[in-house]
T-cell receptor
Framework: LAKTTQPISMDSYEGQEVNITCSHNNIATNDYITWYQQFPSQGPRFIIQGYKTKVTNEVASLFIPADRKSSTLSLPRVSLSDTAVYYCLVYNFNKFYFGSGTKLNVKP | NAGVTQTPKFQVLKTGQSMTLQCAQDMNHNSMYWYRQDPGMGLRLIYYSASEGTTDKGEVPNGYNVSRLNKREFSLRLESAAPSQTSVYFC??????????????FGSGTQLSVL
């Protein structure tokens, strides 16, 4: 199973765009990349998922280069409520393994 | 729509006691999972069940047993609790079909303390 590596923490200010990069050098051909958000005392919540190139939904974008060895979660114009831990997962056939995540702290 | 429901929300045990954490989902999902999350850490997979009648070990299965009672329910049992099992336990489910476009849906967690 591909291991993921993310920065432990990041700081940002309200209104800025935040990019969190995840490294997954050993990703396999059939693996998908997915990101989750977790607030304190809650279970993680799905944000976005992709296989290659770019995926966008109403809350985030996911950029995946051609070699798929990394991915970048982009959060446009963050607010204080985006302060949370963000997890990058590489999964295949319903085996989901979480890494340590990136703690994003949004400041006013 | 309740989603994934876990009981109890809080539990305190003494070393050596046993207990069962209950989880039920009402989304007709095939797959269910148990994770634990220690303070300041990510989630670690304990056991999962790809479908009714099947269970498999995850990263940290030692000290735990599971039962997929039916499609809706997946329970986690601690036979002899140890302080090292103090953690927050999350149950999750997903509608696994082909490995694509899967999303995990989580319960609100059970905070377990073993003294």
């Amino acid at each position: 199973l591909a291991k993921t590596t993310q920065p432990i923490s990041m700081d940002s200010y309200e209104g800025q765009e935040v990019n969190i990069t995840c490294s997954h050098n050993n990703i396999a051909t059939n693996d998908y990349i997915t990101w989750y958000q977790q607030f304190p005392s809650q279970g993680p919540r799905f944000i976005i998922q992709g296989y290659k190139t770019k995926v966008t939904n109403e809350v985030a974008s996911l950029f995946i280069p051609a070699d798929r060895k990394s991915s970048t979660l982009s959060l446009p114009r963050v607010s204080l409520s985006d302060t949370a831990v963000y997890y990058c997962l590489v999964y295949n056939f319903n085996k989901f393994y979480f890494g340590s995540g990136t703690k994003l702290n949004v400041k006013p | 729509n309740a989603g994934v429901t876990q009981t109890p929300k809080f539990q305190v045990l003494k070393t050596g006691q046993s207990m069962t954490l209950q989880c039920a989902q009402d989304m007709n999902h095939n797959s269910m999972y148990w994770y634990r999350q220690d303070p300041g850490m990510g989630l670690r997979l304990i056991y999962y069940s790809a479908s009714e009648g099947t269970t498999d070990k995850g990263e940290v299965p030692n000290g735990y047993n599971v039962s997929r009672l039916n499609k809706r329910e997946f329970s986690l049992r601690l036979e002899s609790a140890a302080p090292s099992q103090t953690s927050v336990y999350f149950c999750a489910s997903s509608d696994y079909r082909s490995g694509t476009n899967e999303k995990l849906f989580f319960g609100s967690g059970t905070q377990l303390s073993v003294l």
